[in-house]
Each structure stands twice: as C-alpha cells, then as structure tokens.
C-alpha cells in the first residue's frame, strides 16, 4: 500500500542519515572504536526467525552506502555479531569502502546476557520495546532469564577494549547493546533517548583523560573504575 511504501522509504532515509552521523563520527579520530546496529531488516514477528532474519534490499544498499560515505585515509577492521544479518552488514559496508578489509565474528557482539529467549520474548512482547528496556535498567526483569544491566555491560565493553589497536574498529551489532552504552551517558529507566535506528551507533575512544562515549554531540567519561576496563594496547 501506499502508506507502507512510505513507511519503507522514511525508514531508509533515516538510515542513510544514521550512516551520515556514524561517518562523522568516524572523522572525528584515528584511532578508536565505533559500535553500530545492524543494517535494515524487516520486521520480526516470530522468536524462531530472531537469528536467521537476513538484511531486505534497503538494507544491503545501507550498508554498502555507510562503507562508501567513511573517511577512506583510516585503517579499519570491522567486527560483528554472529548473527547473520550483522555478518552482512559488515560484509557490505566493507565492500562499500573499497578496501580490503578482513572481517572477524566475535560471540560478545551478540546477546548472551539472554539466558532464556522465550521468556524474554514474551515479557518483551507483553511490555513493548520501551516499556521492557525500562524494566530491564530499573532491575524488574528476572535474573533468571536476563542479566542485569550492569553484568551485561561489562560483558560488552571488556571485549571492545581488549580488541581496541591502532586504527578504526567498526563492531557491528544489535539494538539492544547499543542501549546498554547509551545507558551510559543517559537514563535509560526513562527511556531519554529514542530506539537505535538501524546503521545508528555511538563511538568510544581513549584518551589522555581516560575513555569517552560519544552519542551525537554529546560526550561522556565512562566509569573506567566501576567496569573495571582494562586498557588497550596500542
């Protein structure tokens, strides 16, 4: 119909301004990580296809459309979850930089703070997107089938920063753990920010004054002491 034809074609164009606001980012340093969702897919209405939902055709050309509008003078490497429709957004956005880049699947890029997914789809699907994440950072989800905010963020961000070298890290990845970084900078109980888009992310870098989360325009120094990160070797 033409009102989903037109819901289609706002949510590309979003994307492409979400991949605009990413390379931007990107321009901003030399050495660092950028960590971003996953290209366009279609909706998921069925647990049984969370792993296996590929990239639709917006979503291939996102992604290669992101690849070509990145700095070309970086030295990238590029990570992503091993869900399919993460390993074909790298893949494109790496054919999209025109550079032969290698590509490495990484286990922490996926969800496995999630210890039993039909539990957790259901609470999802009874609470709705805002309503479960509210609950999950106010600590009203069970233990029993989500970890904890805090267990899951660490879990992300020791890896990211172990990987952390010279150059540009891409890690392509899923919704829900760019969340757990925006949950960083701001409070997600409340849900300030909205949803990630898909190709949207947010950057972390090291510094002299220790590491920092970027969002957007805003900057925050991450609590290197409470997550306990260790430093990356350059």
Known sequence: SRGLGDVYKRQYSDTLSNARAVAQLTERINDGIIVIRHSIRDKIVDNSTTMTMPLNEKGVEAARFLGNALPDDRKYSIFHSPVFRCKETAMYLAEGLGKKTRLHKR?????????????????????????????????????????????????????????????????????????????????????????????????????????????????????DLFFKIPAPQF
């Open 107 to 223: 286990d922490y890029l996926g969800c496995d703070y999630i210890l039993n997914d039909e539990a957790v789809f259901q609470q999802y699907a009874k609470l709705g997107s805002e309503g479960f994440i509210s609950a999950w950072f106010g600590k009203r989800v069970d233990k029993d089938i989500l970890k904890d905010v805090e267990v899951a963020t660490k879990g992300l961000l020791d890896p990211l920063f172990k990987e952390s070298k010279d150059g540009v890290q891409i890690h392509v990845t899923h919704d829900w753990n760019i969340l757990l970084l925006l949950g960083l900078m701001y409070d997600m109980e409340k849900v300030e920010k909205p949803w990630p888009g898909f190709l949207s992310g947010v950057m972390l870098e090291r510094s002299d004054e220790g590491f920092f989360l970027y969002h957007e325009k805003n900057r925050k120094k991450i609590d």
